[in-house]
């Protein structure tokens, strides 16, 4: 009987011990990949510059993987794990920067630090903590300044004002702004002491030359420099540089302007885009050291004159008296709706010119074509460059036309 039970019991334990081993070799070729940060330690206070990131990684049986490390929000670095370099497990280091002006430090306080791990195989796992920074406080803003507005884009010419601020006491630090084209190269760097407070905020004003710079889209970059040579956390904003006047006159000509009419007309063209806060508002006329009143045809657009591409051209027509005979030195401005200028005055000599016209007819004869002479005498030294006709009766007046082209020949006689 005894010998019957053990023969049974025997081969339930050389089964059991035959199941338990495909059972163990699943299990380690379903071990889940880890990773835990080795230094820096979790907690501690970060030195700035290199900062190398020690990891042990286990693939879990993955042939190759990729580690991420991420410090706060703008801080970042990764490395490939090649097949064969983590078979059973290793330390891998990931050297992230922190202090530069390319990799700032977060604000100061705890941040986390956190190791990623990605396998061949798909799978994720992450570690970390928290770690400490002490430096600079971060840029809370940047803003443009013209007449006392603030713009968060900017459009300038030669010159602007931009005012860096904080939330918090900047201490011993500094404000550095970098002026970068698309390329990240700089085109202006300078620095500024905070020398101002609003309320809770403290300001360091800058006053920056464009001059050299060549119009085009920038981005002005601001960070806090502290004792130490390194930088916190920063803020951006745009600038349009132009150096193209936006206002042109027809009458922007060196050359005396000749007339034999006392009235003045000319027109004006606008090409945005116009500096910070500018749309175009009125012509300011002066004759001989005397504001002139003007008109406009037609009036100007309500665009955001700031956006690039847009131009309009209106007709200035000169208001009140008509100029007398004689030389007059003419000022043209452009103002925008706060009586700022816009592009550069155009200084103008105008001559009002006498001259003498003969007319020579027959006998008119109703219902039949009669020939008309009439002939013109340019003052002394002068040509004149157009002659319009216009007959006129009482109650009745028509425009014939101009005599000549401008620009191509004296005018002279000419026969209807």
């Known amino acids: 009987m005894r010998l019957r039970l053990i023969a049974p019991v025997a081969l339930a334990a050389v089964g059991l011990t035959s199941a338990l081993a495909p059972a163990g070799a699943v299990a380690n070729a379903t071990a889940e990949p880890s990773v835990s940060v080795l230094t820096p330690v979790i907690d501690s206070t970060i030195g700035m510059g290199d900062l190398p990131v020690k990891v042990a990684v286990d693939l879990g049986g993955a042939a190759s993987g990729r580690l991420d490390v991420t410090l706060g ?22 050297t ?9 430090r977060p604000v100061f306080g705890y941040h986390l630090l956190s190791a990623k791990l990605t396998t061949s195989s798909g799978a994720e796992t992450s570690a970390g903590g928290q770690v400490y920074f002490s430096g600079p406080v971060a840029v809370a803003e940047v ?34 702004v970098r002026l970068v084209d698309s390329a990240g190269v ?20 800058f006053d920056l030359d464009f001059q050299a710079v060549p119009s085009g889209l920038y981005r002005l970059q601001t960070r806090n420099r502290g004792t130490d040579g390194f930088y916190g956390s920063g803020q951006e904003a745009y600038v349009r540089v132009n ?10 000509d060196d050359k005396p302007l000749v007339v034999g009419t006392a009235g003045f007309t000319t027109n004006v063209k606008v090409q945005s885009p116009l500096l910070s806060g500018s749309k175009p508002s009125t012509v300011q006329l002066t004759v001989d050291g005397v504001n002139r009143t003007t008109s406009l045809t037609p009036t100007w657009q309500s665009w955001n004159w700031q956006t690039p591409g847009l131009a309009q051209t209106v007709h200035v027509t000169m208001d009140g008296p008509q100029l007398a005979l004689g030389t007059h030195q003419l000022t043209l ?36 074509r009669s020939p008309v002479a009439l002939s013109v005498d340019a003052p002394a030294g002068r040509l004149l460059s157009r002659c319009d006709v216009q007959l006129s009766a009482p109650g009745y007046s028509y425009a014939v036309g101009s ?11 000419r026969h209807w």
């Open 186 to 205: 700089a085109h202006l760097t300078a620095s500024a002491p905070f020398t101002a407070t609003r309320g809770v905020a403290h300001d360091a004003l």
């Open 243 to 252: 150096h193209v006047d936006p206002a042109v006159f027809d009458a922007a």
């Open 403 to 413: 005599w000549c082209a401008p620009r191509r020949r004296p005018c002279g006689s």
């Open 333 to 368: 401005k452009l103002l925008d709706t706060t009586g700022r200028l816009i592009g550069k005055p155009v200084e103008r000599t105008v001559e009002v010119s006498d001259f003498k016209v003969s007319v020579t007819a027959p006998t008119l004869v109703v219902g039949r």
């Open 143 to 176: 803003r443009h300044i013209r007449d006392s507005q603030v713009y968060g884009e900017a459009v300038v010419d030669a010159d602007g004002t931009f005012r860096v601020s904080t939330q918090n006491p900047p201490g011993d630090a500094v404000a550095e």
């Open 73 to 94: 929000y703008y801080i970042s670095g990764q490395t490939d794990i090649p097949a064969g370099s983590c078979d059973s497990g290793c330390e891998v280091t990931v």
């Open 96 to 104: 992230v920067k922190i202090g530069d002006w390319e990799h700032p």
